[in-house]
């Protein structure tokens, strides 16, 4: 039966048949490949992809008519790049809020929302700033950690592991004295910001962050890059 079943394949393929399964198979795989990397960060946009991100930000802000809407919009847009641990239910995990290229645009867009509001009038950002925006350089990203004193994240260190390679930013600024935290756990809370060349890491890869303090302390947890716009 198995062997009748080969020969038929076989005489299919030298009809042509084979051929064009094996494309359409090929047609498939590239279209899934696609979808895998449609969710991970761009790091090349279109001038036309870079408007859709503007209007996917502006379109919610103009829905928004209350402050506590506006502040759900606001929150939704930092769940939507966030990476580590969520706040809701861990308020002094450390995580990070990803700025990535479609970041800036639909922030951007919510800007957009609000001053059309407030000028009862259509504001649009311009090509040549639009442009700026997607020749950005680097991925930025703003860490939150807890501590025990206020001073806890000065001298902190960053890097990113993707398989063998690490990956230091190309810049770090210092972190901010620690806040009063509310939540349970260590008594402060701060946060710093490091910025990556998005050309020294793979954006659709799984990525280990590393938070290195002075004393050797090492904050580390996992991240899927895959799945941030």
């Given at each position: 039966?198995?062997?009748?079943?080969?020969?038929?394949?076989?005489?299919?393929?030298?009809?042509?048949?084979?051929?064009?399964?094996?494309?359409?198979?090929g047609?498939?795989?590239?279209?899934?490949?696609?979808?895998?990397?449609?969710?991970?960060?761009?790091?090349?946009?279109?001038?036309?992809?870079a408007?859709?991100?503007?209007?996917?930000?502006?379109?919610?802000?103009?829905?928004?008519?209350?402050?506590?809407?506006?502040?759900?919009?606001?929150?939704?847009?930092?769940?939507?790049?966030?990476?580590?641990?969520?706040?809701?239910?861990?308020?002094?995990?450390?995580s990070?809020?990803?700025?990535?290229?479609?970041?800036?645009?639909?922030?951007?867009?919510?800007?957009?929302?609000?001053?059309?509001?407030?000028?009862?009038?259509?504001?649009?950002?311009?090509?040549?700033?639009?442009?700026?925006?997607?020749?950005?350089?680097?991925?930025?990203?703003?860490?939150?950690?807890?501590?025990?004193?206020?001073?806890?994240?000065?001298?902190?260190?960053?890097?990113?592991?993707?398989?063998?390679?690490?990956?230091?930013?190309?810049d770090?600024?210092?972190?901010?004295?620690?806040?009063?935290?509310?939540?349970?756990?260590?008594?402060?809370?701060?946060?710093?910001?490091?910025?990556?060349?998005?050309?020294?890491?793979?954006?659709?890869?799984?990525?280990?962050?590393?938070?290195?303090?002075?004393?050797?302390?090492?904050?580390?947890?996992?991240?899927?890059?895959?799945?941030?716009?």
């Open positions: 039966m198995r062997s009748g079943f080969i020969d038929v394949i076989v005489g299919r393929s030298r009809q042509g048949v084979g051929l064009h399964a094996f494309i359409v198979m047609t498939v795989a590239m279209w899934t490949i696609a979808m895998d990397q449609a969710h991970a960060i761009d790091v090349k946009l279109t001038m036309e992809e408007k859709k991100a503007l209007a996917a930000g502006r379109g919610p802000m103009e829905k928004a008519n209350t402050p506590e809407e506006v502040k759900k919009v606001l929150l939704q847009a930092s769940v939507n790049t966030r990476i580590g641990a969520d706040p809701e239910k861990d308020s002094c995990g450390t990070a809020i990803l700025r990535t290229k479609r970041f800036w645009l639909e922030s951007f867009g919510r800007k957009e929302a609000t001053e059309s509001k407030k000028q009862k009038q259509e504001i649009h950002m311009p090509d040549d700033k639009i442009q700026k925006y997607l020749d950005m350089p680097n991925l930025e990203m703003e860490v939150q950690l807890c501590g025990d004193d206020e001073y806890f994240a000065e001298g902190v260190q960053m890097a990113l592991q993707q398989g063998s390679k690490t990956i230091k930013p190309v770090l600024s210092p972190a901010e004295k620690g806040r009063k935290n509310e939540g349970q756990g260590p008594a402060y809370r701060s946060r710093f910001t490091a910025r990556f060349a998005y050309d020294s890491f793979d954006p659709n890869a799984k990525t280990k962050v590393m938070v290195i303090f002075p004393d050797g302390k090492l904050s580390e947890f996992e991240a899927d890059f895959s799945k941030i716009k």
